[in-house]
Nanobody, 124 residues
């Protein structure tokens, strides 16, 4: 079992940056591939980015490629999402997720654990 707690959300102007963090409990963080998803009001939860348990492999949604970067620090049990050049359409609740295994996956039902989410609002 792992518990995930996101932080770093907030209000930012278009073109600005934010860095989200997701802290995981437990001593087996390096066994989990991790992902970030987001959900805007009235919409489904969508894939944003994912990283393998080693950190060597990553994947991104087309909408965020070149703007967002996922990374992890296994010594700190933390995964990050650096978000640059933010747009109003990036406004959503951002969720951290973990799954046992090493590969990068992009679908919500492949993940075993979820955080509570952190709100990101981008003003125009």
């Amino acid at each position: 079992q792992v518990q995930l707690v996101e932080s770093g959300g907030g209000l930012v102007q278009a073109g600005g940056s934010l860095r989200l963090s997701c802290a995981a409990s437990g001593r087996t963080f390096s066994s989990y591939a991790m992902g970030w998803f987001r959900q805007a009001p009235g919409k489904e939860r969508d894939f944003v980015a994912a990283i393998s348990r080693s950190g060597f492999s990553t994947g991104y949604a087309d909408s965020v490629k070149g703007r967002f970067t996922i990374s992890r620090d296994n010594a700190k049990n933390t995964v990050y999402l650096q978000m640059n050049s933010l747009k109003p359409e990036d406004t959503a609740v951002y969720y951290c997720a973990g799954r046992i295994g090493k590969v990068v996956v992009t679908t919500t039902d492949e993940y075993d654990y979820w955080g509570q989410g952190t709100q990101v609002t981008v003003s125009s």
